[in-house]
């Protein structure tokens, strides 16, 4: 049950960091163009028209 003491803090942390992650890659324009790469995948520019 003691274990507990340390289990929430550390959780609270990791949420915490993966929350400021995310939106520090909101901010930074990591979900500008979702689209994009999704067309560019099919764009093949290897070949001639």
Not at 34 to 44: K, P, Q, T
Request: proline letters at 4%; zero cysteines; glycine letters at 12%.
């Amino acid at each position: 049950m003691n274990v507990l003491w340390y289990l929430i803090p550390i959780s609270l942390a990791l949420g915490g960091l993966g929350l400021g992650l995310f939106f520090w890659a909101l901010k930074s324009g990591q979900y500008d163009d979702v689209a994009g790469a999704a067309e560019r995948i099919l764009d093949d520019e290897d070949q001639p028209l």
